[in-house]
Nanobody, 125 residues
Protein backbone atom coordinates (compact mmCIF):
# COMPACT_ATOMS: atom_id res chain seq x y z
CA UNK A 1 0.00 0.00 0.00
CA UNK A 2 1.25 3.45 -0.91
CA UNK A 3 -0.10 6.61 0.65
CA UNK A 4 0.38 9.82 -1.26
CA UNK A 5 0.06 13.39 -0.10
CA UNK A 6 0.18 16.40 -2.38
CA UNK A 7 1.25 19.89 -1.43
CA UNK A 8 2.04 23.16 -3.13
CA UNK A 9 -1.33 23.96 -4.63
CA UNK A 10 -2.99 27.34 -4.35
CA UNK A 11 -3.56 30.44 -6.42
CA UNK A 12 -1.17 31.54 -9.09
CA UNK A 13 -1.28 34.19 -11.77
CA UNK A 14 -1.14 33.15 -15.37
CA UNK A 15 2.44 33.26 -16.56
CA UNK A 16 3.90 32.66 -13.11
CA UNK A 17 5.31 29.36 -11.85
CA UNK A 18 4.17 26.80 -9.33
CA UNK A 19 5.64 23.51 -8.17
CA UNK A 20 3.49 20.73 -6.79
CA UNK A 21 5.00 18.06 -4.58
CA UNK A 22 3.75 14.63 -3.69
CA UNK A 23 5.35 12.55 -0.97
CA UNK A 24 4.85 8.81 -0.74
CA UNK A 25 4.81 6.65 2.36
CA UNK A 26 6.44 3.55 1.00
CA UNK A 27 10.14 2.88 1.09
CA UNK A 28 10.04 1.10 -2.26
CA UNK A 29 8.93 4.32 -3.92
CA UNK A 30 11.75 4.05 -6.46
CA UNK A 31 10.07 0.98 -8.00
CA UNK A 32 6.81 2.80 -8.74
CA UNK A 33 5.80 4.57 -11.88
CA UNK A 34 4.31 7.96 -11.03
CA UNK A 35 1.88 10.34 -12.58
CA UNK A 36 0.16 13.68 -12.16
CA UNK A 37 -3.46 13.95 -13.18
CA UNK A 38 -5.89 16.82 -13.09
CA UNK A 39 -9.62 16.93 -12.86
CA UNK A 40 -11.84 19.76 -14.03
CA UNK A 41 -15.31 20.13 -12.48
CA UNK A 42 -17.65 17.56 -13.92
CA UNK A 43 -14.94 15.96 -16.02
CA UNK A 44 -12.91 12.78 -15.92
CA UNK A 45 -9.37 12.84 -14.67
CA UNK A 46 -6.78 13.41 -17.35
CA UNK A 47 -3.14 12.49 -17.31
CA UNK A 48 -0.90 15.54 -17.28
CA UNK A 49 2.54 13.98 -16.89
CA UNK A 50 4.01 10.63 -15.93
CA UNK A 51 7.29 8.86 -15.57
CA UNK A 52 8.41 5.31 -15.16
CA UNK A 53 10.73 3.98 -12.51
CA UNK A 54 14.46 4.18 -13.24
CA UNK A 55 14.45 0.70 -14.78
CA UNK A 56 11.40 1.19 -16.95
CA UNK A 57 11.24 -0.23 -20.42
CA UNK A 58 8.82 2.45 -21.58
CA UNK A 59 9.84 4.46 -24.58
CA UNK A 60 9.58 7.33 -23.95
CA UNK A 61 10.23 6.96 -20.23
CA UNK A 62 8.43 10.21 -19.52
CA UNK A 63 5.11 11.47 -20.79
CA UNK A 64 3.79 15.03 -20.86
CA UNK A 65 0.38 15.89 -22.27
CA UNK A 66 0.42 17.94 -25.44
CA UNK A 67 -1.62 20.68 -23.78
CA UNK A 68 1.18 21.40 -21.28
CA UNK A 69 4.25 20.23 -23.15
CA UNK A 70 7.11 22.65 -22.88
CA UNK A 71 5.55 24.27 -19.79
CA UNK A 72 5.12 21.46 -17.24
CA UNK A 73 7.85 19.10 -16.07
CA UNK A 74 7.64 15.98 -13.94
CA UNK A 75 10.57 14.85 -11.83
CA UNK A 76 11.22 12.58 -8.90
CA UNK A 77 13.56 12.39 -5.94
CA UNK A 78 13.69 8.78 -4.85
CA UNK A 79 15.69 9.56 -1.73
CA UNK A 80 12.86 11.82 -0.57
CA UNK A 81 10.12 9.58 -1.99
CA UNK A 82 8.74 12.67 -3.68
CA UNK A 83 7.49 13.44 -7.15
CA UNK A 84 7.18 16.99 -8.44
CA UNK A 85 5.20 18.78 -11.08
CA UNK A 86 6.81 22.03 -12.11
CA UNK A 87 4.23 24.27 -13.76
CA UNK A 88 5.50 27.25 -15.71
CA UNK A 89 3.31 29.70 -17.61
CA UNK A 90 0.04 28.11 -16.47
CA UNK A 91 -3.08 29.57 -17.98
CA UNK A 92 -6.56 30.03 -16.47
CA UNK A 93 -7.71 26.96 -18.37
CA UNK A 94 -5.45 24.94 -16.10
CA UNK A 95 -7.54 25.61 -12.99
CA UNK A 96 -8.30 22.16 -11.63
CA UNK A 97 -7.66 19.70 -8.84
CA UNK A 98 -4.26 18.12 -9.37
CA UNK A 99 -3.72 14.61 -8.10
CA UNK A 100 -0.63 12.49 -7.94
CA UNK A 101 -0.79 8.78 -8.46
CA UNK A 102 1.49 5.78 -8.31
CA UNK A 103 1.35 2.32 -9.72
CA UNK A 104 3.16 -0.89 -9.04
CA UNK A 105 5.63 -1.73 -11.74
CA UNK A 106 8.05 0.34 -13.74
CA UNK A 107 5.91 1.50 -16.67
CA UNK A 108 3.95 4.73 -16.60
CA UNK A 109 1.32 3.40 -18.98
CA UNK A 110 -1.65 1.57 -17.52
CA UNK A 111 -3.90 1.86 -14.50
CA UNK A 112 -2.76 3.61 -11.34
CA UNK A 113 -3.55 1.88 -8.05
CA UNK A 114 -2.65 4.57 -5.54
CA UNK A 115 -3.96 8.11 -5.38
CA UNK A 116 -3.51 11.25 -3.37
CA UNK A 117 -6.49 13.36 -2.38
CA UNK A 118 -5.55 16.16 -4.72
CA UNK A 119 -4.63 19.78 -4.39
CA UNK A 120 -6.50 22.70 -5.90
CA UNK A 121 -4.67 24.92 -8.35
CA UNK A 122 -6.39 28.12 -9.37
CA UNK A 123 -4.87 30.16 -12.17
CA UNK A 124 -6.01 33.75 -12.45
CA UNK A 125 -5.69 35.91 -15.53
Amino acid sequence: QVQLRESGGGSVQAGASLTLSCTASRRTFSRNALGWFRQFPGKERELVAAMGSPDTSDDPSTYVAASVKGRFTISRDNARATVYLRMTRPNPGGTAVYLCAAKDGCRWRGLYEYWGRGTQVTVSA
